[in-house]
């Protein structure tokens, strides 16, 4: 009964794949011609490709690795030696500061509350502007004569020092 079972189902599995298989082959059967041109037009592509993979795939043909394994091992074990270390100390030591409060974020807290550059800035601009208040309540006009403005560099004296024998 399982061995009439099983023939009848393959045998509907067949009969309902014959139209798929039928079509299959006959769109394989008219595009064979169209594959091959195409083969043929990227022949080149194709024959580059293989010589990037022989150049990149060198090392495991010969067995290059094989022969650097044991260092590998060893660079590989000292980098996690190192990260673990490297964590361990990050951790203690800031467990340890925070613990005597001698961490970053006191300082930067201290110096939030000095005086910055900025605060610098307004108060000078303020006090300049005091003083410019104070210095435009009395006016000064000083008159300078036409002979003065004429006579520009040339009428200054230029005093040169001179050597010493000393």
Known sequence: ????????????LYCLSWPL???????SFILTPLWTC???ILLPI??????????????????VLDR???I??????????GCIAGAVLHFSF???SSTLSI???????????????????????????????????????KTVSNSQRQRGLLSQTIIEEQDSDF
Do not use: W
């Open 94 to 96: 800031t467990f340890i």
């Open 68 to 70: 650097i394994e044991t």
């Open 21 to 27: 298989l039928q079509s299959f082959y006959a769109v």
């Open 1 to 12: 009964m399982a061995n009439t079972l099983a023939a009848a189902s393959i045998t509907i």
């Open 103 to 141: 961490d970053a974020a006191s300082e930067s807290r201290a110096r939030s509350r000095q005086r910055t550059a900025a605060t610098y800035r307004a108060a000078r601009s303020k006090r300049k502007a005091e003083i410019l208040d104070y210095a435009s309540t009395r006016t000064m006009v």
């Open 38 to 40: 195409v083969q043929f």
């Open 72 to 81: 590998y091992i060893y660079l590989g074990i000292a980098a996690l030696i």
């Open 46 to 63: 194709t024959c580059l490709a293989h010589a990037v993979l022989d150049v990149v795939l060198f090392p495991f043909r010969l067995r």
